[in-house]
């Protein structure tokens, strides 16, 4: 067992911490984000902690103009849309998360493929993963 256990809980609690932790497979090395207690490949639950450097490519991206209501709080509306996308990181797993300092007006500009560098977003008592241009 990991300690802490591998949980979306325990995803959220290490983001407050500045940390990016996923979970490895010690047999297959596959690496999962958000984390998971078993490996579905293995069938086993022989996996370690790993924290991920939150550097890759942005591989796909919306732009988000019907706000869910803790982003309506944090000031975002039809009016001023934002960018939700997925990032691959270098070491392996993908993760959505929203995008940055970028132009949600101008998503033409926003290209597939750009370098991303992660950027912890605090909003009341929650840090989230978010990602801009690195
Ligand atoms: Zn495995």
């Known amino acids: ?4 256990e591998a949980s979306v ?5 290490f983001l407050k911490q500045k940390k990016i932790m996923g979970t490895k497979c010690k047999d ?7 984390p998971r207690p078993l490996c579905p490949k293995c069938m086993n639950s022989n996996l370690e902690w790993l924290e991920l450097d939150g550097k890759g490519k942005l591989a796909a991206f919306t732009i988000v103009a019907v706000a869910p209501t803790h982003m309506i709080n944090a000031g975002y509306s039809r009016d001023n849309p934002y ?3 997925v990032v691959k990181l270098d070491s392996g797993p ?3 998360a929203q995008i940055l300092k ?8 926003i290209a597939i493929g750009s370098r991303m560098t992660v950027e912890f977003v605090t909003r009341g008592d929650k840090v989230l993963l978010g990602f ?3």
Do not use: Q, R
Request: proline share 9%.
């Open 28 to 34: 297959c090395g596959k690496v999962y984000l958000p």
């Open 94 to 96: 993908s993760i959505s």
């Open 83 to 85: 960018v939700f996308g």
């Open 132 to 134: 801009k241009l690195a």
């Open 102 to 109: 970028v132009d949600s007006k101008k998503p033409e500009g």
């Open 9 to 13: 809980k325990s995803f959220y609690d």
């Open 1 to 4: 067992m990991l300690t802490p």
